[in-house]
């Protein structure tokens, strides 16, 4: 008889639990019915940011996101330009001021074996010129070369009239804070040519000129001895006497 009682409130209890929790489970179902499916491979991502994003129409990115896309299209861009980076005689022959094979039967391997005498040389000799230009672009540095001929060019103007308006040119291209193909200068030499715009001369540029040249000499000027472009054009010379 007790075991029989014993069963029977058990059974009571656990009815009564179950009657408790059963409209817990129901709601936790309904719930689970009512989330939100999860997104399908084929699903619009345009339809989800306007959901996500307000002012965004469908098919359109939040402005941030179209920033970065353009940030992460120019760094490909640049990464590309790196992974095509090249350090060869067909750089300097694809500029050659003539003809490529023209200009290396001009061209003799002492005239080339002196341009290892001094940078001058090297910038007097048009193909030398030429040279270290390919060499320049390889380094993303040619703003420098460009800059000193255009200050070379500038110095021959002879019209009072055109020296103003070509010095200002030279300034904003190489001189300015931020100029398009700013030069490596500091900043006292780059106020002192500022200054010099006032009453623009034939030697205004020759500090900023001269910071240029010496850079160059010390630096590019040392690695161009030893990269590929020199060393494979000697080569090419004296096979062509063998």
Known sequence: MQAAALFLHTESADS????????????????AR???????????????????LPGCT?????????????????????????SHKSDSYNDFTAILPDKPN?????????????????????????YGLAAFRAFLKTEF?????????ACEDFKKTRSAAKLASKAQRIFEEF???????????DFQTRE????NMQE????????????VHSLMEKDSYPRFLRSKIYTDLLSQTQRRLS
């Open 16 to 31: 009564e639990s179950f009657s408790r929790h059963l409209p817990l489970a129901r709601s936790s179902a309904a719930a």
């Open 200 to 211: 623009p001369s034939l030697s205004c540029f020759d500090q900023a000129q001269g910071k």
């Open 192 to 195: 002192l040519t500022r200054r």
């Open 58 to 82: 469908a098919g359109q990115d939040a402005p941030g996101e179209r920033t970065g896309q353009r940030q992460n299209r120019g760094m490909r861009t640049r990464l590309g330009c790196l």
């Open 102 to 126: 023209r200009a290396l039967k001009r061209l003799s391997t002492e005239e080339a074996t002196r341009w290892a005498d001094s940078f001058d040389v090297l910038l007097s000799h048009k």
């Open 175 to 185: 001189i300015d804070v931020q100029a398009p193909r700013e030069v490596n200068i």
């Open 34 to 52: 009512a989330e939100p499916e999860p997104i399908r491979s084929g699903q619009s991502r345009g339809r989800i940011r306007e959901q996500s």
């Open 141 to 149: 540095s040619e703003e420098n070369l460009e800059f000193w001929l």
